[in-house]
């Protein structure tokens, strides 16, 4: 079993990704997106930038024990987020150790200019409340900018022009990199 990663800014098309190949491959698919919105729905909130910032790091621990349970049922899945590479990485890594799982990790890049102009304009939609886009400036974070550092295969997606980006290809990379991972057996607990 694989789990597929996906990470890269907002706006760069992790989601519309993860779920061509969520669907393609018909594997499960997640995103902390929407663990938030499930939250921001169910609970009482305020309505500011503190509480959608609690949130998401509640949503964090949700995605995680998610991706376990799913991991450890041996099934391969697909998840998107925008990862705090520091805080993160340590997670994933004692996932990925506990179960035995690969990992393939898909980074997602594209022009900033672009990316400022579609996160503004997703703003302008009926996205959930819950991400507060017309709250916030693009949150171009340089440090969170770059793919996690984990074991196994890394695939670089330049989404810049998102007519370029063929789900089938990138299927073909997962396959090749999920083939050549020799999965070790899950550690005990």
């Known amino acids: 079993m694989t789990l597929i990663l996906l990470q890269g800014l907002p706006a760069t098309g992790k989601t519309s990704i993860g779920c061509g190949i969520a669907n393609t491959l018909n594997i499960p698919f997640f995103s902390k997106d929407t663990y938030k919105e499930i939250l921001f ?3 009482p909130n305020e309505q500011t930038m503190e509480w959608s910032q609690a949130l998401g790091a509640t949503s964090f621990d949700v995605l995680y024990a998610t991706i376990k349970s799913i ?3 041996q099934q391969s899945c697909v998840v998107d987020a925008y990862w705090n590479p520091e805080r993160a990485a340590p997670q994933i890594h004692r996932i ?8 393939v990790q898909i980074f997602c890049y594209a022009d900033l200019e672009i990316l400022m102009k ?5 703003a302008k939609t009926d996205r959930h409340p819950a991400h ?10 340089p440090e969170r900018n770059k793919p996690l550092d984990l074991p196994g295969k890394l695939l670089i997606v330049d989404t810049t022009d998102f007519s ?5 290809d990138i299927i073909n990379k997962l396959s090749l990199a999920a083939s050549s991972h020799a999965s070790s057996p899950p550690a005990t607990s």
């Open 164 to 168: 370029n980006v063929s789900i089938p």
């Open 41 to 43: 729905d169910s609970l």
């Open 71 to 73: 991991l450890q049922g």
């Open 118 to 122: 579609r996160f503004t304009e997703r």
């Open 132 to 141: 507060m886009d017309t709250a916030r400036a693009y949150p171009n974070h």
């Open 96 to 103: 990925l150790e506990k179960t035995g799982a690969g990992c």
